[in-house]
């Protein structure tokens, strides 16, 4: 016996929205954010995103984070007449089954750029530590080293040559003197005296186990009973033609890093059906029956910024989404798009100042605000003809 066949209703497939951890790990952010390791290690694996977008500077010293987090469900307050409130509702893309939570992360850490093993607990930010991070950074080699010393520091004595007194000056250092083992150092007659000849002695010399800036370095900047100022302006002059600024400042600029996060919050009223509708701006149906009309009425964006300090920036106005709206079943069609309220007599919302309004404006701002009436109050109905009824006599 035939049967009505019962019609199909499409079941809406929940999208996917893959873990963090699957494409961002700890080891992608630099070593100064070490310290919440051990916590975003924990929670990767259990926060699910979308729209993600990021970028690395070609250095390797920078880089930016945007993306959604996105929970397994709407977070919302059940209010009354079927009432919702939704915090975070999903304004990029319309999904009313989850609740998103925008985030940025931006930094910038200089020291990157010259030294990808940089490690800001190993910095000491003593002299030596300025002196030795400013080679690596401004790539002075050992040959360099010597050459720059015997231009600004080596004053040759009477009837010697500058490449035999920085010889002489590495003799006279203490801590070889009462090394019993080390043999003064001293050209050869048939050796030229060159910077290459100077490297070979002092490499081939066992009683010195520093490296060659290293012994320079103790020799003519922090040279024994030189003050702390003395060994700074030592110091200075080496790397004056580099950094003329400083090399301190030039250092501390470079290995302190610059970073900025941010939070976005929002909350909106969602709306049923029956007290609004969303339609297309047409006023036909709209493609998924199942949307609902939200009203967002308040944002605010929290930032941590190493520069600004932490703070937030709020908006006191919002949107209806989707912008067009069926009252009910009415016909009253409602566009509301970008509503702002400005209440500040001192400062002004964006759109104030681009309208040119003086800072002490208050009011209210919308992109696109509109109530529409159904033309069909406007247009009385046709009258129905009687049909005539024609009959013949014979």
Known sequence: MPTNPIPAVPIPTARYYPRLSE??????????????ENGLNSIFDKIHYKNLQYSKGYRGDSAFYSLDIVTSSP????????????????????????????????????ILAFLKTFSSS?????????????????????????????????????????????????????????????????????V???????????????????SIPLLLFGIYIAREGYSLNEIKQKLQEFYNIVAPDGIEAHIKRIITPKAKATLELSAGIEFPHSILKPV????????????????????AQLYADTEAGIGYQAELGGSLTPPNAMIG??????????????????????????????NDFVGVYARAAS????SKWFHKPKKKEKKKQITSRR
């Open 23 to 36: 494409v961002i790990t700890v080891d992608d952010l630099p070593e100064f954010l070490s310290f919440v």
């Open 75 to 110: 977070l919302a307050l059940e209010l009354p007449f079927d009432l919702k409130l939704v915090l975070n509702p999903d304004l990029k893309d319309g999904d009313q089954s989850i609740s998103s939570f925008p985030i940025t992360l931006e930094y910038q850490w200089e």
């Open 122 to 190: 190993s910095f000491s930010f003593s002299i030596k530590d300025f002196y030795s991070v400013g080679l690596q950074v401004f790539r002075i080699s050992e040959e360099q080293v010597i050459a720059h010393m015997m231009n600004i520091f080596v004053e040759a004595q009477e009837g010697k040559t500058k490449y035999e007194q920085l010889l002489a000056d590495i003799n006279s250092l203490k801590e070889l003197q009462d090394n019993p083992t080390f043999e003064e150092l001293g050209f050869a007659e048939d």
């Open 192 to 210: 030229d005296q060159s910077i290459d000849s100077i490297l070979a002695l002092i490499k081939s010399n066992s009683a010195i186990t520093k």
């Open 280 to 299: 297309n701006p047409d006023g036909s149906a709209f493609s998924n029956q199942a949307t609902k009309s939200t009203f967002v009425f308040a944002k």
């Open 329 to 358: 079943n009415t016909g009253l069609m409602l566009e509301l798009d970008t509503l702002k309220v400005d209440l500040s007599k001192k400062t002004n919302i964006p759109e104030a100042d681009a309208d040119g309004r003086p």
């Open 371 to 374: 109530v529409t009436l159904p």
